[in-house]
C-alpha cells in the first residue's frame, strides 16, 4: 500500500493461471554473484545461435491457404518456363537441319515457315509461364513478410520491460527492416528463379541425350572444369573480398579516430602525422584490392576458357559422330546447346541459392523470438484486477489547497513551467552581439568545468526575478585558444545549403587524375578491345561450324577440325586478355583510389574547425565519404572504362561483320535486336533480385516500429500496444499494396523478355529465309549475320545494368571533388607568412558572445572576459555576464 498527498489506494493484481509467481519474479530481479558469468554465456549462446539456420521449409511456417495456392501455381510457371529454353535449342535443331538438308528452296521455305511459327507458339507459352512464375513468387514472398513484420513487432511489444535491458533497440529494428528482407529473398522470386534453371537444366540433359547420348556424354567431361573453376572463383573471390575490406578497414578507422578528435589534432598541430598514418594504412589495402583485381581476372579468364573449349570439343567429335554415328548437323547443335544451357543454368543458379543460407539464418532467431513467451504478457486477459481506493475526498483539492504548502509538489511544478517560459522568452530577445565558435561540433577532448553560484530567490507566487551571477572555470593546457578569437559576421553555410547535390564532374578531370596510370589504362585498354570481339568471332566461328556439318565426307572432317582448333585458340586468348584486362584496370583504380583518398582526407584534416559543425559533416558520414565515394572512382575509371571499350568493341565488330556479310539480312535482324536487348536487361535485373526496394518502402512502418520500441516503457505505460500494431499496419497498408502491384508489373515484364526472345528469333529465320527464297543470301550468311549481332547485342544487355551504378558513381565522384575544391578558410597547412621563434605574452578576450553555429537563435555565452597570463598552466578566471536562469540551464 502506498500513500501520498493526493492518493490513498491499493491496486492488487491477482493472476488466475499464471506459470509465475511473483516471488519468482522478484528473485529474478535480485542481483547475484553470478551475473557476469551469466551474461558471458548469454552471449556465446547468442554467437553459437547466429550461425544455426532454420531448416528451409520452416520459411514458410506463416504462410496461408492463399500463399501455398500462389507457390503451386509459381512452381508449374516456373518448371514450364525452365523448358522452354531446351525445347528453344530442340526448334533451333530443326532449323538448321531444315537450312542445311534441303536443296530445294521451297521446301527450305515451307520447313523454316512452320518451324518460326512454332517458335512464335514458345513465345507466348513462355511469356505466359513467366508471368505466371515472378507474380506469383513475388506476391506470396510480399504477404508472408509483411505477415513476419506484424508478427513479430507484436511479439515484441507484448514482452515485459525488462526484456528490453537485454536487448538491444537497433537489433530488433534491424530485424525488421534488414533480417525480413533476407527470408524474403530466400522465399520469394529467387526461389522461382532456382526452379526454373533447374527445369532448363534437367529438361536440356534428357533432350540432350535423346539426341546425342554419345556426344553428350563425353561434352560432360568438359563442363565439370567449368563447374570446378567457377566453385573456386567464387570461394577466391570471397576470401579476397573480405581481406580487402579488413585491409580498408583499417584506413577508416584512422580515419575515424582523426576526425572524430579533429579539435585535439588540430590544437596540437597534429595534421602532418595524421596524413602519414592514414597514407600508410592505404598501401596494404591497395596491394590487397590488385590482388582481388588479378583474381578475378584469373578466374573469369578461366571459365570462358572451359566454355570455349567445351565448343571445341563439341565440333571436333560432332563430326566424327556425324561421320560415324549417323547424327545430324541439329542433332549435334541441339546437344551442345542443351549442355551449355544446363552449365549456365548451373552457375545463375547458384547465385540465387546463395540467398537461401542468410534467409535461413536470420529466420532462426527471428522466429525463435516471434515463438517467445514473456514473464508478464501485455496481451494476456486472463487475471483478475482489483482496485480499492481509500480517503477519495483527498484527491479532490482545490488549487489554493495545494498552493499553500511553498514547498510542496505542486507549487514546484508550478514555479518549473513559470521558469521554462521565462527562460524562453529571455532566450528570443538575446539574438544580438558578436559569435564566436568554441567547443561546438563532435567529440571533443576539450572540457569546461562550470562553478556556478547562483543568488536565487524564491516568492510565494512563483515569479522568477533576472539575478546577476558569476560563473569560475578552469581551462586545460592544449585548448585551442584561436577557436575563442572573435570571427567577422560571415553568412554560415545552412543545412540545406551543404545538402544541395555538388556540380557534375567533367570527364577530363578524373582523366588528369590518372594521368601517371596512362601506360596501364592503355594496356587494358587493348585487353577490353580484344575481349570485345571475342562474341563476334565467336559467332564466326560457331555459324562456319555449323555450315561444316552439312559438307561432303571431306570437307566435313577437314573443315570440322579447323573450327575446332579456332575454338580453342579463343578459349587460349581468354587466359591470357581477361586477366590483362583486369588487372591492369585494377592497378589504376586502385592508385587512383589511394590517391583520392590521400588527397581528401589531407583536405578535411586541414579545414576549419566550424566546417565540422554542419549536420552532414559529421565524422561518420566523412569517413563514408572517404571510403565509399572514394572506391567509387574505380567502378568510373576502372570497372566502366572498361566495359565502355568492350561494348564499343563488340559493338562495331558485330555490324562490321553483320553488314559485310549481307547488308540486307544484317538490316532486318538489327531492327529485331531491341528484343534482345530488353530480354538480356530484365534478366540480370531480376537475377540480381526483386525485393531489394522493400526496405525503402516500408521506411514510414518501420520509423512507427521504431519510435515504439525505443519509446517502449511509455508504450507499456500507457497500455498502447494494440493502438501501435494498428497504426504500424495502417502504414504498411500502402507499401504492401505497392509491393504487390510492382509484383504484377514485374511478371509482365519478366515474361515479355521470354516472348521477346523467341519472337526474335521466329522474325530473323522467317524473313531470312524470304531473302533466301529470292536468292538474295545464303544458308551460311543467314547464321553468320544472325550470330553477329545477337551476341553482340546480349553481350551489351547483360553488362548494361552496370550503368546505372557507373551513373551513382559519377555522383559520389562529385561529392568527392566537392570536397577537395573547397578552401579552407584557416589553413594550417599555409606555411607562407612570418614565422616568430619565440612567442610570449599574456591572452585577453573581452566582450565575447557565443552560440553554436547550429542553433544560432540559442545564446550561449555573452559579454566574456577572459584572461591567460604567460607562463601558467591553467588559470582562474570570472567569467562576469547578465544571462537568464533557462540560458545557464542550457550550458
Same mark, same amino acid.
Given at each position: 500500500m502506498a500513500k501520498d498527498d493526493g492518493f490513498d489506494g491499493e491496486i492488487i493484481t491477482e493472476p488466475v493461471a499464471a506459470s509465475t509467481s511473483l516471488s519468482q519474479v522478484v528473485d529474478s530481479q535480485e542481483p547475484t554473484e553470478k551475473d557476469d558469468n551469466q551474461q558471458d554465456l548469454e552471449k556465446r549462446k547468442d554467437k553459437e545461435e547466429s550461425t544455426n539456420k532454420l531448416p528451409y521449409y520452416k520459411l514458410y511456417s506463416f504462410a496461408n491457404f492463399t500463399d501455398f495456392l500462389l507457390i503451386g501455381v509459381g512452381t508449374i510457371g516456373a518448371i514450364g518456363n525452365g523448358m522452354c529454353m531446351p525445347f528453344m535449342t530442340l526448334l533451333f535443331g530443326e532449323l538448321v537441319n531444315a537450312y542445311g538438308e534441303n536443296e530445294d528452296t521451297k521446301k527450305v521455305v515451307d520447313e523454316v515457315s512452320k518451324v518460326s511459327l512454332d517458335f512464335v507458339f514458345l513465345a507466348i507459352a513462355a511469356g505466359a509461364l513467366g508471368f505466371l512464375q515472378m507474380t506469383c513468387w513475388i506476391v506470396t514472398g510480399e504477404r508472408q513478410a509483411a505477415r513476419i513484420r506484424s508478427l513479430y513487432l507484436k511479439t515484441m511489444l507484448r514482452q515485459d520491460v525488462g526484456f528490453f535491458d537485454t536487448e538491444s533497440h537497433g537489433e530488433i529494428i534491424e530485424r525488421m527492416s534488414g533480417e525480413i528482407l533476407l527470408i524474403q529473398d530466400a522465399m520469394s522470386e529467387k526461389v522461382g528463379k532456382v526452379i526454373e534453371l533447374g527445369s532448363t537444366y534437367i529438361s536440356g540433359f534428357v533432350i540432350a541425350f535423346i539426341k546425342g547420348w554419345l556426344l553428350t556424354f563425353v561434352l560432360l567431361s568438359s563442363v565439370l572444369p567449368l563447374f570446378i573453376t567457377g566453385a573456386i572463383m567464387n570461394t577466391v573471390m570471397a576470401k579476397m573480398s573480405s581481406r580487402g575490406q579488413a585491409a580498408y578497414s583499417v584506413a577508416a578507422t584512422v580515419s575515424q579516430q582523426t576526425i572524430g578528435a579533429i579539435r585535439t589534432v588540430a590544437s596540437f598541430t597534429g595534421e602532418k602525422q595524421a596524413v602519414a598514418k592514414y597514407n600508410e594504412s592505404l598501401t596494404k589495402a591497395y596491394k590487397s584490392s590488385v590482388q582481388e583485381g588479378l583474381a578475378f581476372g584469373l578466374g573469369y579468364g578461366s571459365i570462358s576458357f572451359f566454355s570455349y573449349t567445351t565448343y571445341a570439343l563439341a565440333v571436333w567429335f560432332g563430326g566424327k559422330m556425324i561421320l560415324r554415328k549417323g547424327y545430324s548437323g541439329g542433332d549435334a547443335i541441339t546437344a551442345l546447346f542443351d549442355i551449355m544451357a544446363g552449365a549456365y543454368a548451373t552457375e545463375q543458379a547458384s547465385r540465387s541459392i546463395t540467398a537461401f543460407g542468410p534467409g535461413q539464418a536470420a529466420a532462426y532467431k527471428l522466429f525463435e523470438a516471434i515463438k517467445r513467451k514473456p514473464q508478464i504478457d501485455a496481451y494476456d486477459p486472463i487475471?483478475?484486477?482489483?482496485?480499492?481506493?481509500?480517503?477519495?475526498?483527498?484527491?479532490? /483539492?482545490?488549487?489554493?489547497?495545494?498552493?499553500?504548502? $511553498?514547498?510542496?509538489? &505542486?507549487s514546484q511544478l508550478i514555479r518549473l513551467q513559470e521558469t521554462s517560459v521565462v527562460s524562453e522568452e529571455n532566450i528570443a530577445k538575446d539574438h544580438d552581439g558578436p559569435e564566436i565558435v568554441v567547443n561546438s561540433g563532435r567529440n571533443s577532448s576539450q572540457r569546461m568545468s562550470l562553478t556556478r553560484s547562483i543568488s536565487r530567490g524564491s516568492s510565494g507566487n512563483g515569479n522568477i526575478s533576472r539575478h546577476s551571477f558569476s560563473v569560475s572555470f578552469r581551462i586545460p593546457t592544449g585548448i585551442d585558444l584561436l577557436e575563442l578569437a572573435p570571427i567577422e559576421a560571415e553568412p554560415l553555410t545552412s543545412a540545406s545549403e551543404s545538402s544541395e547535390p555538388p556540380p557534375e564532374v567533367p570527364l577530363s578531370r578524373l582523366a588528369y587524375l590518372s594521368k601517371p596510370e596512362t601506360p596501364v589504362l592503355l594496356l587494358g585498354t587493348i585487353a577490353a578491345v580484344l575481349i570485345g570481339l571475342q562474341l563476334p568471332v565467336f559467332g564466326i566461328l560457331l555459324s562456319g561450324a555449323i555450315k561444316s556439318f552439312f559438307e561432303p565426307e571431306d570437307e566435313l572432317h577437314k573443315h570440322t577440325k579447323v573450327w575446332a582448333l579456332l575454338f580453342f585458340l579463343l578459349a587460349i586468348s581468354c587466359l591470357i586478355v581477361f586477366p590483362l584486362r583486369s588487372y591492369s584496370?585494377?592497378?589504376?583504380?586502385?592508385?587512383?583510389? /589511394? /590517391?583520392?583518398?590521400?588527397?581528401?582526407?589531407?583536405?578535411?584534416?586541414?579545414?576549419?574547425?566550424?566546417?565540422?559543425?554542419? $549536420?552532414?559533416?559529421?565524422?561518420?558520414?566523412?569517413?563514408?565519404?572517404?571510403?565509399?565515394?572514394?572506391?567509387?572512382?574505380?567502378?568510373?575509371?576502372?570497372?566502366?572504362?572498361?566495359?565502355?571499350? *568492350?561494348?564499343?568493341?563488340?559493338?562495331?565488330?558485330?555490324?562490321?561483320?553483320?553488314?559485310?556479310?549481307?547488308?540486307?539480312?544484317?538490316?532486318?535482324? %538489327?531492327?529485331?535486336? $531491341?528484343?534482345?536487348?530488353?530480354?538480356? &536487361?530484365?534478366?540480370?535485373? &531480376?537475377? *540480381?533480385?526483386?525485393?531489394?526496394?522493400?526496405?525503402?518502402?516500408?521506411?514510414?512502418?518501420?520509423?512507427?516500429?521504431?519510435?515504439?520500441?525505443?519509446?517502449?516503457?511509455?508504450?507499456?505505460s500507457f497500455c498502447a500496444e494494440e493502438k501501435v500494431m494498428k497504426i504500424y499496419q495502417k502504414k504498411c497498408e500502402d507499401p504492401l499494396k505497392a509491393s504487390i502491384r510492382q509484383g504484377l508489373a514485374g511478371g509482365v515484364a519478366f515474361g515479355l523478355s521470354f516472348c521477346f526472345l523467341f519472337l526474335f528469333y521466329a522474325g530473323s529465320? &522467317?524473313?531470312?529465309? *524470304?531473302?533466301?527464297?529470292?536468292? /538474295?543470301?545464303?544458308?551460311?550468311?543467314? !547464321?553468320?549475320?544472325?550470330?553477329?549481332?545477337?551476341?553482340?547485342?546480349?553481350?551489351?544487355? *547483360?553488362?548494361? !545494368?552496370?550503368?546505372?551504378?557507373?551513373?551513382?558513381?559519377?555522383?559520389?565522384?562529385?561529392?568527392?571533388?566537392?570536397?577537395?575544391?573547397?578552401? %579552407?578558410?584557416?589553413?594550417?597547412?599555409?606555411?607562407?607568412?612570418?614565422t616568430i621563434e619565440s612567442v610570449k605574452g599574456d591572452i585577453e578576450l573581452r566582450h565575447v558572445s557565443f552560440t553554436y553555429p547550429t542553433r544560432p537563435d540559442i545564446k550561449i555565452l555573452k559579454d566574456l572576459t577572459l584572461t591567460i597570463h604567460s607562463g601558467k598552466v591553467q588559470e582562474e578566471v570570472k567569467i562576469t555576464s547578465s544571462l537568464d536562469f533557462g540560458v545557464l540551464m542550457s550550458l
Open positions: 487475471g483478475i484486477i482489483s482496485l480499492r481506493f481509500y480517503g477519495i475526498n483527498r484527491i479532490a /483539492r482545490t488549487h489554493s489547497e495545494l498552493t499553500n504548502d $511553498p514547498v510542496g509538489a &505542486y584496370f585494377a592497378v589504376a583504380g586502385s592508385k587512383l583510389i /589511394r /590517391r583520392i583518398r590521400s588527397m581528401s582526407f589531407e583536405k578535411v584534416v586541414y579545414m576549419e574547425i566550424s566546417w565540422f559543425d554542419e $549536420p552532414d559533416r559529421s565524422s561518420g558520414a566523412i569517413v563514408a565519404r572517404l571510403s565509399a565515394d572514394a572506391a567509387s572512382f574505380r567502378r568510373v575509371v576502372g570497372d566502366a572504362l572498361g566495359l565502355l571499350v *568492350q561494348n564499343i568493341a563488340t559493338i562495331v565488330a558485330g555490324l562490321v561483320i553483320a553488314f559485310e556479310t549481307n547488308w540486307e539480312m544484317a538490316l532486318i535482324v %538489327s531492327v529485331l535486336l $531491341p528484343l534482345v536487348a530488353i530480354n538480356g &536487361y530484365i534478366q540480370m535485373k &531480376y537475377t *540480381q533480385g526483386y525485393s531489394a526496394d522493400a526496405k525503402k518502402m516500408y521506411e514510414e512502418a518501420s520509423q512507427v516500429a521504431n519510435d515504439a520500441i525505443g519509446s517502449i516503457r511509455t508504450v507499456a529465320f &522467317y524473313f531470312g529465309v *524470304q531473302l533466301l527464297d529470292a536468292g /538474295r543470301v545464303t544458308f551460311s550468311e543467314i !547464321f553468320r549475320v544472325f550470330y553477329a549481332l545477337l551476341l553482340a547485342a546480349t553481350g551489351v544487355s *547483360q553488362s548494361g !545494368f552496370l550503368a546505372h551504378d557507373a551513373s551513382k558513381a559519377m555522383v559520389a565522384v562529385a561529392s568527392v571533388f566537392a570536397i577537395l575544391d573547397r578552401k %579552407s578558410k584557416i589553413d594550417s597547412s599555409d606555411e607562407s607568412g612570418t
